[in-house]
Every structure is written in C-alpha cells, then in structure tokens.
C-alpha cells in the first residue's frame, strides 16, 4: 500500500484560504468516505481535523472543511490564521490497512 | 475524559525486541466500536501506520510489517501493547497509540504524547 500523495507544502497569507490535495487511488481514498485530516505542530502528536471526508470534531473551527472527488480529497482552510500553520497529514482507511500521506507543511505568510 | 500515554525504552540495540505499552483511560476496550492503534513518526518524516486492535480482539497489521508486529490487549488493565521484533535503526522514530471508534469511523480521535524510540548500538 503506498502513501497518498500530499503537496510537500503550501502557503498563504493571514484571511486567505488554502486547499490541500491528498491523491490515492480507487483502492483507498476512491473506494469509501473514510479520509480524515490531522494538524500536527512541531514536537506534538497529531489532531483529528477532519474524519469520514468532511465531518469536524467537536471543538474544531468551522473554518477546517474536507471534502472528495475521484480518487482526490482536500482539506481546505478558511481564514487563515497564524496559528494553522503546522504540518497537515491525510489518512484514507479501505478495511485495512490506514494509509497515510507524505504530509503537506502549511506556511502563513 | 479520554487520555492515552505510551510507555517504553528510549534506547535498543539493532535486532532487539521493542515492547512499547499503550495505558489510556476515559473508555474501555470492551465497548463495541472501539479500537486502539499504533502509529509512528521518524524524525522529519511522515506518519505510518502500524497495527490496531479491536474491542473483539480482531488485529490489524501494516503488511509490510506485518511479520515483526504483535498487538494485544488487556482490557483489564486498560492496556495495549506492542511489540515488534528485529528492531533496526531505520526504525527510529516517535510510537504513539491513539483511540479508533465507529463514532468517528477509520480515523484516530484522541493520541497519546508518543514516545522517542530510538535503535542504536
């Protein structure tokens, strides 16, 4: 199973919005609804953002949105603030096994 | 309120066994739906899947580990454990366990801090 294919890194100003891409295949992230999103500031463990391709945690600002298309979901961030950038991973689950991307380091400017 | 904390070596030696523990509290590993998995992180790298139990004891193994993985679970405990074998510096990296359930279906809601294991002679 390999990695889903992430964008090495984005950037974007302070109340822009910016989209993450996380490209699978038919096999995984084209297969069920089951990709989540998470945050993950440096030396801390990861955030659940986005689970089941677009529904948000309680406590997760309505300015983090998932969605699908194809063998393609995006995670896309409204508003940016200074306080989002950290590195986002996508994660697909098929069954088994959970597969995640590369990671996508988020930069506001 | 839900809280997991991974325990273990800091430091092996290439082809030791690592045997890391998963202590969480807040929800039972008998409940229907619930899973506990494991995922790691080399320094500056991505994250990578492991293995995962579930509360009827069906495991989950990463294939292309699969041969050097052993997950299990006392309930009684409120425990997983992890263990994998021939260790190798390669395998250096942080090892958290975080919470699966059909709540929040193929996805990790809560995580641990995780733990820096690192494999050297």
């Known amino acids: 199973q390999s990695a889903l294919t992430q964008p090495a890194s984005v950037s974007g100003s302070p109340g822009q919005s910016i989209t993450i891409s996380c490209t699978g295949t038919?096999?995984?992230?084209?297969?069920?609804?089951?990709v989540s999103w998470y945050q993950q500031h440096p030396g801390k463990a990861p955030k659940l953002m986005i689970y089941e391709g677009s529904k948000r945690p309680s406590g997760v600002s309505n300015r983090f949105s998932g969605s699908k298309s194809g063998n393609t979901a995006s995670l896309t961030i409204s508003g940016l603030q200074a306080e989002d950038e950290a590195d986002y991973y996508c994660c697909s689950y098929a069954g088994s096994p959970w597969v995640f991307g590369g990671g996508t380091k988020l930069t506001v400017l | 309120q839900i809280t997991l904390k991974e325990s273990g070596p800091t430091l092996v030696k290439p082809t030791q066994t690592l045997t890391l523990t998963c202590t969480f509290s807040g929800f039972s590993l008998s409940t229907s739906g619930v899973g506990v998995g494991w995922i790691r992180q080399p320094p500056g790298k991505a994250l990578e899947w492991l293995a995962l139990i579930y509360w009827d004891d069906d495991k989950r193994y990463s294939p292309s580990l699969k041969s050097r993985l052993t997950i299990t679970k006392d309930t009684s405990k409120n425990q997983v454990v992890l263990t994998m074998t021939n260790m190798d510096p390669v395998d250096t990296a942080t090892y958290y366990c975080a919470l699966s359930s059909i709540a929040a279906a193929g996805s990790f809601r809560y995580w641990g801090q995780g733990t820096l294991v690192t494999v050297s002679s």
């Open positions: 038919s096999s995984d992230v084209g297969s069920y609804n089951l």
